[in-house]
């Protein structure tokens, strides 16, 4: 008797919730806000590095107090520029945060996807201290959805593992070690092409929209090296040792493809 096929669009409830969350701040925003109100949300929500530098005189020119200080760690997030940006961040959400979801299970995939939200703030904070630039955006996280993946999507059996059939468990398949992992062709290409991507964003080369507000990919960067190097402390499957973790064929696949708000 043949097992019931994999549905094509296996969404996770907790994925289609984040999207919902996403799309009712944005909607809200744009249709029941006035502008005035649009814009003390956006700089008490948005991550601003000036924040946190004392050299820096914000104080009454910030809305969010101290409290800012410590959510817009998390909650700029929640806020997008345009339907465009939203749209592309929610395509990226669906096919890389609904495998991290389905391995991770609703409430530990809540929890890594706030950490590598923080962790993009750090990366931002890092290099654009003092700055009064707000960032907003939730492509840090999805960023993080992207490193973890990296950790067990290309293990034989995997969601990329092209060759295997029956993909009713792909999602569930022991990660390898980070070393061993680091070996694997179809991750190190993985890599290679995403970091070579966010280069291309940080040097101006690349856009994907027309506002002519600047990426920050370095909170990329810091959202998916927190989704790589810490996917193994919130991973409920049980992992390949090192001495059993075998080396996959050399084949890679082939690459896929001021004030202003900051955005990712």
């Given at each position: 008797?043949?097992?019931?096929?994999?549905?094509?669009?296996?969404?996770?409830?907790?994925?289609?919730?984040?999207?919902?969350?996403?799309?009712?701040?944005?909607?809200?925003?744009?249709?029941?806000?006035p502008?005035?109100?649009?814009?003390?949300?956006?700089?008490?929500?948005?991550?601003?590095?000036?924040?946190?530098?004392?050299?820096?005189?914000?104080?009454?020119?910030?809305?969010?107090?101290?409290?800012?200080?410590?959510?817009?760690?998390v909650?700029?997030?929640?806020?997008?520029?345009?339907?465009?940006?939203?749209?592309?961040?929610?395509?990226?959400?669906?096919?890389?945060?609904?495998?991290?979801?389905?391995?991770?299970?609703?409430?530990?995939?809540?929890?890594?996807?706030?950490?590598?939200?923080?962790?993009?703030?750090?990366?931002?904070l890092?290099?654009?201290?003092?700055?009064?630039?707000?960032?907003?955006g939730?492509?840090?996280?999805?960023?993080?959805?992207?490193?973890?993946?990296?950790?067990?999507?290309?293990?034989?059996?995997?969601?990329?593992?092209?060759?295997?059939?029956?993909?009713?468990?792909?999602?569930?398949?022991?990660?390898?070690?980070?070393?061993?992992?680091?070996?694997?062709?179809?991750?190190?290409?993985?890599?290679?092409?995403?970091?070579?991507?966010?280069?291309?964003?940080?040097?101006?080369?690349?856009?994907?929209?027309?506002?002519?507000?600047?990426i920050a990919?370095?909170?990329?960067?810091?959202?998916?090296?927190?989704?790589?190097?810490?996917?193994?402390?919130?991973?409920?499957?049980?992992?390949?040792?090192?001495?059993?973790?075998?080396?996959?064929?050399?084949?890679?696949?082939?690459?896929?493809?001021?004030?202003?708000?900051?955005?990712?």
């Open positions: 008797m043949d097992k019931p096929r994999e549905p094509i669009l296996n969404i996770p409830p907790v994925i289609v919730a984040v999207l919902l969350v996403l799309g009712l701040v944005h909607a809200v925003r744009v249709l029941l806000l502008d005035d109100i649009d814009r003390i949300l956006v700089w008490s929500l948005a991550f601003v590095p000036a924040r946190y530098d004392a050299s820096v005189l914000t104080d009454g020119i910030l809305p969010g107090g101290w409290g800012a200080e410590v959510w817009t760690f909650t700029y997030a929640l806020l997008h520029a345009d339907l465009t940006h939203i749209g592309f961040n929610a395509i990226w959400f669906l096919a890389f945060a609904s495998p991290v979801a389905r391995r991770f299970g609703a409430v530990r995939f809540l929890i890594f996807f706030v950490v590598t939200i923080v962790a993009g703030a750090v990366a931002y890092l290099v654009h201290a003092g700055e009064l630039a707000p960032m907003i939730a492509s840090a996280g999805i960023s993080g959805m992207m490193g973890a993946s990296a950790r067990f999507a290309f293990e034989p059996g995997g969601s990329l593992d092209m060759r295997r059939r029956d993909r009713s468990d792909a999602d569930r398949v022991p990660a390898a070690p980070l070393g061993v992992a680091l070996r694997n062709p179809r991750v190190v290409t993985f890599l290679a092409v995403w970091f070579g991507l966010n280069l291309l964003f940080g040097l101006g080369s690349l856009s994907f929209v027309d506002s002519g507000q600047a990919w370095e909170a990329h960067v810091g959202g998916f090296l927190a989704g790589l190097l810490l996917f193994s402390v919130f991973d409920p499957v049980e992992r390949v040792p090192a001495a059993e973790s075998k080396q996959p064929p050399d084949f890679p696949p082939e690459p896929s493809s001021d004030d202003r708000p900051t955005f990712h």
